[in-house]
């Protein structure tokens, strides 16, 4: 399958220690099967990094050897168990078992509101999923690990504005 990561720069060689810990999954490489929601992530990096491009970089990544070799989280929809995960990342305070690769539902901006408001206590759990259930949601794929990473193979990178 294709993944995409949009950045300010094309990622040929994914490392983990640029990233950030107060993400949804925690630390990790996110990519998305969702090339359109790559393009919007590396507006918003060029933006918060007052840079003045955008890349998507392209990956292969063959889920058969993937699941044969990692340790891997999957959410299939938003529910209980994904709202807590994401909670406890954006907090810092998850202390579960760690994994290889996290695959799960993502949003656009107008999800983290919503996520944002679960955080403040104003809805509970229920309330904020079936806020959710009303709203478009992508997977990502959350490389966690340098023995994840190595499934991933660089295709090539591309500007948003060439190719949407």
Do not use: C
Request: hydrophobic fraction near 40%; avoid cysteine.
């Amino acid at each position: 399958m294709k993944l995409f990561h949009g950045s300010n720069v094309a990622v040929e060689i994914p490392n983990l220690a640029f990233s950030r810990k107060s993400l949804d999954f925690g630390a990790g490489f996110y990519t998305t099967a969702n090339k359109n929601q790559a393009a919007a992530f590396a507006e918003k990096v060029m933006i918060r990094k007052k840079q003045k491009s955008k890349a998507v970089s392209v990956y292969n990544f063959d889920t058969g050897k993937a699941e044969a070799n990692l340790s891997i989280l999957e959410f299939t929809a938003p529910e209980k168990l994904w709202l807590d995960f994401i909670y406890q990342n954006r907090r810092g305070i998850y202390n579960g078992k760690n994994y290889d690769l996290i695959i799960g539902p993502v949003a656009n901006d107008d999800i983290y509101a919503t996520l944002i408001v679960y955080e403040q206590g104003i809805l509970n759990a229920e309330q904020t999923l079936e806020a959710l259930k009303m709203k478009e949601l992508y997977n990502q794929y959350v490389f966690k690990t340098e023995k994840a990473l190595s499934f991933l193979e660089f295709d090539n990178s591309f500007y948003p504005e060439d190719e949407l």
